[in-house]
């Protein structure tokens, strides 16, 4: 069974930078496509951002430039690096990996603050 475990979130000031970590078991995640979602308070969760097999990385327009993507392999981990962080960033950010057959699994998710 693939499980996908969040860490690294926490409370950081505007400006601010946070790494997030997504570890994976019962599934690779260079085999799949895996992917940063965000779901703040009274919104919906949105993509943020996604890395697929063959390492092709896209991003919301809202975090182009600040948000980083990135595996090790070795490690079975994803990570998203925030820089830059704004208070509209505040959010739930949860893990995902998308399988061949479109099957998609998510991790509880780690909830980043961004406030002063």
């Known amino acids: 069974q693939v499980q996908l475990v969040e860490s690294g979130g926490g409370l950081v000031q505007p400006g601010g930078s946070l790494r997030l970590s997504c570890a994976a078991s019962?599934?690779?995640?260079?085999?799949?496509?895996m992917g940063w979602y965000r779901q703040a308070p009274g919104k919906q969760r949105e993509l943020v951002a996604r890395i697929t097999n063959s390492g092709t990385t896209t991003y919301a327009d809202s975090v182009k430039g600040r948000f980083t993507i990135s595996r090790d392999n070795a490690k079975n981990t994803v990570y998203l690096q925030l820089n830059s962080l704004k208070p509209e960033d505040t959010a739930v950010y949860s893990c995902?990996?998308?399988?061949?057959?479109?099957?998609?699994?998510w991790g509880q998710g780690t909830q980043v603050t961004v406030s002063s």
């Open positions: 019962g599934g690779a995640v260079s085999l799949n496509t």
């Open positions: 995902s990996l998308t399988t061949y057959v479109w099957r998609q699994y």
